[in-house]
């Protein structure tokens, strides 16, 4: 079965780093995109940034580009998402979630295999 698994996530001050990491299973990332997610309490789920897996293509959020970097380690089928710069308004739970043939649209209505969520919290 498909399960995608987020590490990473934890409490950083601002202006700090963290680096998540989605682990897949029961796939192979090719021909998938592999999104990240975030929702704060009270505010509806939105797309970070996704990469295809095929294509390499990737996609930032206006509230994290310059900030934000993800990548892939197609030999340990696993997507990063690097957050630096982080700010408080950057504090959610992280998701990431897998579609079929890319990242479009970024929605996340789109993305049918999803882990179970990091909390990152930056605070001072």
């Known amino acids: 079965q498909v399960q995608l698994v987020e590490s990473g996530g934890g409490l950083v001050q601002p202006g700090g780093s963290l680096r998540l990491s989605c682990a897949a299973s029961?796939?192979?990332?090719?021909?998938?995109?592999i999104g990240w997610f975030r929702q704060a309490p009270g505010k509806e789920r939105e797309g970070v940034s996704c990469?295809?897996?095929?294509?390499?293509?990737?996609t930032y959020a206006d509230s994290v580009r310059g900030r934000f970097t993800i990548s892939r380690d197609t030999a340990k089928n696993t997507v990063y998402l690097q957050m630096d710069s982080l700010k408080a308004e950057d504090t959610a739970v992280y998701y990431c979630?897998?579609?079929?043939?890319?990242?479009?649209?970024?929605?996340?209505?789109?993305?049918?295999?999803w882990g179970q969520g990091t909390q990152v919290t930056v605070s001072s």
């Open positions: 990469i295809s897996s095929s294509s390499g293509d990737r």
């Open positions: 029961g796939f192979t990332l090719d021909l998938y995109g």
């Open positions: 979630a897998a579609q079929v043939y890319g990242c479009y649209p970024m929605r996340d209505i789109y993305f049918t295999s």
